[in-house]
């Protein structure tokens, strides 16, 4: 299995700097980074590392869950999952992900409701990337529509 790789480029002090994080594998794009509006509501059109977990979280479960819906006899017709990703001060000095929230709407042929919630729930906890965050908290909100 290959290996991905990005790369980031910081200049300057935590709170004055800045730096760029560029998706090296794929080649796909190079974006801002900067730790105020990693830690602000509003992004300002800079990215985060929670926001690039958030894409990697989404991607690998939507994945996993259109695999363990077929393997449950099902059709993922459409998935829309939705990962949002938590930064808190850490009691014990600095920040820390506190938290993960998926929430996942699908189009499925030959499962109930049931099915496509025990579905999400094994996807969730089988997601490569679910296991990689092991001690983060992930909840899940799955239905069909």
Not at 24 to 32: E, I, K, M, N, R
Not at 63 to 91: F, N
Request: net charge negative; charged share 20%; with cysteine.
């Amino acid at each position: 299995m290959p290996t991905r790789t990005a790369r980031t480029a910081w200049n300057g002090t935590l709170m004055e700097g800045g730096g760029q994080v560029e998706l090296t594998s794929s080649g796909v794009g190079t974006y801002d980074v900067s730790f105020p509006k990693r830690a602000a509501e509003d992004a300002g059109g800079t990215t985060s590392p929670e926001e690039l977990i958030a894409a990697a979280h989404s991607s690998c479960f939507a994945m996993q869950l259109s695999a363990v819906i077929a393997e449950a006899g099902g059709t993922p017709v459409a998935l829309q999952v939705t990962a949002d990703v938590t930064l808190r001060p850490d009691p014990a000095g600095g920040f820390r992900i506190s938290g993960i929230h998926l929430t996942v709407r699908g189009e499925v042929e030959g499962l109930d409701a049931d099915g496509f919630q025990r579905a999400a729930d094994a996807a969730k906890t089988g997601c490569p990337v679910s296991k990689a965050l092991t001690g983060t908290e992930i909840t899940l909100d799955a239905a069909l529509d």
